[in-house]
């Protein structure tokens, strides 16, 4: 069973609009998680992150997620969405390995007009 | 100011060729990462170091080796390229005692 799964592959979704992409681990990993975001021919920069506490985190630029132990899920919401969050969004869980992230396999945002 | 830079930005080179990839941080981490990204494979984990003479496998290293001569410096090394390891390849750094890690602008390596 893969580590973490990001079952929405594409997300199209109109300017304004509420978002939310789903992320789900599996028990292999930590439950500290990260979002990480990739802006066409650049690096990943990091969202969010969650090592404990509150169970919603907020990022930058208005973005939050919820880890749910419950569910092994972290999913990433925004309240109403601009076309320059148009990018590719990736979950990643430590690994055992301290200081490891292991990756999702992205979820391309397009927001349109 | 950016603080983790790469170079090459893009690269083309022939098969059976050697390939250097450089890495440099100014963020005074201890650890470095080395990541190629395929379209459907997010980004998977080549080589990663906890510090200066230290490289260790990831979790894909065949074909590949790394070499990190000091706390800033991480490079990536393909002795004999092969047209699979066209890809694009991240570096990153990260404390030893988190799991946040800041990353490059990235490389496109294209093998021929």
């Known amino acids: 069973a893969q580590s973490v799964t990001q079952p929405d592959a594409r997300v199209t979704v109109s300017e304004g609009a509420s978002l939310q992409l789903r992320c789900k681990y599996s028990s292999s990993v930590t439950p500290y998680l990260f979002w990480y975001v990739q802006y066409p021919r650049q690096g990943l920069q990091l969202l969010l992150k969650y090592y404990s506490g509150d169970p919603v985190v907020q990022g930058v630029n208005g973005f939050e997620a919820e880890f749910s132990k419950s569910n092994s899920s972290f999913h990433l919401r925004k309240a109403s969405v601009h076309w320059s969050d148009s990018a590719v969004y990736f979950c990643a869980p430590g690994t055992q390995v301290v200081g490891q992230l292991t990756f999702g396999s992205g979820t391309r945002l397009q927001v349109y007009a | 100011e950016a603080a983790v830079t790469q170079s090459p930005r893009n690269k083309v080179a022939v098969t059976g060729g050697k390939v250097t990839l450089s890495c440099n941080q100014t963020n005074n981490h201890n650890n470095m990462y080395w990541y190629r990204q395929d379209t459907g494979h997010g980004l998977r984990l080549i080589h990663y170091?906890?510090?200066?003479?230290?490289?260790e496998k990831g979790d894909i290293p065949d074909g590949y080796k790394a070499s990190r001569p000091s706390q800033e410096n991480f490079s990536l090394i393909l002795e004999l390229a092969t047209p699979s390891q066209t890809s694009v390849y991240f570096c990153?750094?990260?404390?030893?005692?988190?799991?946040?890690?800041?990353f490059g602008p990235g490389t496109r390596l294209t093998v021929l």
């Open positions: 170091s906890y510090g200066a003479g230290s490289t």
């Open positions: 990153a750094s990260g404390e030893n005692w988190a799991y946040e890690q800041y």
